[in-house]
C-alpha cells in the first residue's frame, strides 16, 4: 500500500473507538498468539507491527483484519528486509500516528 505520513494517514474508523495492538514480538511467541486470539475477538482491530512484530506479515492470520488497518514501521521492515507489499500501509512517522490513536479515551490499547 505504500509508504504514507501524518498529513494523509487514513482514519476511516475516526468515528468510533478502536481495539489498537501493538506487537512487538515474532509469529510463534506466547505473547504474539495471545494477541492474535484477542485480535479475532475484537470488531474493530486496528493492528502496529514494530520491531519484530513486523514478521507477523507472513502469518496467514494476518487475513482476519481489514485492509488498511495494519500499520508498519519503516524503519523495522527496512532493517529486517521484509517486504510489505499490499499486506499492510508503511509509515514514515509510525510513532506519531499511533500516538495519536492511542490517547483517543474510546481507543483500548493492548501491547505485546
Known sequence: MGEINQSTQLHRTRNSAMDIFLLTKP?????????????AQSENAVLYLAGDGVYNLFCSTIACIIPGKIF????????????????AIVLIDFYEHMV??????RNRVFTF
Do not use: F, S, T
Not at 495519536?100 to 479515551?105: A, K, R, V
Open 27 to 39: 509469529p510463534n511467541h506466547d505473547r504474539a498468539i495471545l494477541c492474535w486470539k484477542l485480535i
Open 72 to 87: 508498519v514501521c519503516r524503519e523495522d521492515v527496512e532493517a529486517r528486509g521484509v517486504q510489505v507489499e499490499e499486506r
Open 100 to 105: 495519536e490513536n492511542i490517547m483517543d479515551e
